[in-house]
């Protein structure tokens, strides 16, 4: 055995130890992302995405906290904006869902946002305002399932049986 084997396993198995260590936090989403904030503290990504983790884990409040520190990194951030949204939507907190929700419409009109605002207003009683937001989420993408399905739940609220139906039948596909 020659003295430099001697070194070389050691520093083998330390480094696979390492590496063992490090694909635990592939496994745990949580870990992983604080690791990377903890790694990148002012990455505004990082703090996203263990928003979003948090939030997988039903720990919602610690979600709002990362998406928020998401935005104190990048105001401008469409996703941070959305994810906070829909977190503050889940609280029951619609005037501030609504307002993140907004900045992204501003922004990146999309088909889930312009939804979400119509579910956000229906909560609120404002029927009316959120079939507009149903339609300009079919606008945006004609073919969304969940724009469809809420939209037919609002016109069969209002009697409107047929068009309802129509729109049930495209949800479906």
Not at 3 to 28: K, M, Q
Not at 122 to 141: K, P, T
Request: negative net charge; glycine residues 6%.
């Amino acid at each position: 055995v020659c003295s430099s084997d001697l070194l070389v396993v050691p520093a083998a198995a330390g480094l696979s130890w390492l590496t063992v260590e490090r694909n635990a936090d592939y496994v745990n989403p949580v870990r992983l992302w604080t690791s990377a904030v903890a790694l990148a503290p002012a990455n505004w990504r990082a703090h996203n995405n263990l928003g979003i983790a948090e939030e997988a884990e039903g720990r919602r409040a610690n979600a709002i906290a990362e998406y928020q520190r998401a935005l104190d990194l990048n105001p401008r951030s469409g996703p941070a904006h959305y994810n906070l949204g829909k977190a503050l939507h889940e609280d029951g907190r619609l005037d501030d869902a609504l307002a993140h929700y907004r900045v992204v419409m501003d922004a990146e009109p999309a088909a889930p946002v312009a939804t979400d605002m119509g579910l956000a207003l229906e909560a609120q009683g404002q029927m009316d305002a959120a079939r507009q937001h149903y339609v300009r989420a079919l606008q945006l993408d004609p073919a969304y399932p969940d724009a469809h399905l809420n939209l037919g739940r609002t016109l069969f609220a209002e009697g409107r049986t047929d068009e309802a139906m129509s729109h049930y039948r495209q949800a479906l596909g």
